[in-house]
């Protein structure tokens, strides 16, 4: 299990950009699958993106294709998301998630904190 902690979350306007990391504390974090999912305020939580434990493969939600890219940098234990063209139905709560396999989206099981995003029209 690794400790995840989620960060970069904030206000912007629509049409903005934010970038959102996930630290881990772990020294293994190279070997986990990571994703990002979010929370908006009544609905489920969903998935947004997510990597490889290399970073060499990518999978993206629909939604968020095109305007969102995870990518991570296994040296510095750190996972990122940037986002580009926001949209109010971009605003959520975001987590990063550690799992075994990045398309198994189902079976992320290890989870930060969360960081708000805002998306204001």
């Known amino acids: 299990q690794v400790q995840l902690v989620e960060s970069g979350g904030g206000l912007v306007q629509a049409g903005g950009s934010l970038r959102l990391s996930c630290a881990a504390s772990e020294r293994t974090f190279s070997r986990y699958a990571m994703g990002w999912f979010r929370q908006a305020p009544g609905k489920e939580r969903e998935f947004v993106a997510s990597?490889?434990?290399?970073?060499?493969?990518?999978y993206y939600a629909d939604s968020v294709k095109g305007r969102f890219t995870i990518s991570r940098d296994n040296a510095k234990k750190t996972m990122y998301l940037q986002m580009n063209s926001l949209k109010p139905e971009d605003t959520a709560d975001y987590y990063c998630?550690?799992?075994?396999?990045?398309?198994?989206?189902?079976?992320?099981?290890?989870w930060g904190q969360g960081t708000q995003v805002t998306v204001s029209s």
């Open positions: 990597i490889s434990s290399t970073g060499f493969s990518t």
């Open positions: 998630a550690a799992g075994t396999a990045y398309l198994r989206i189902g079976e992320f099981d290890n």
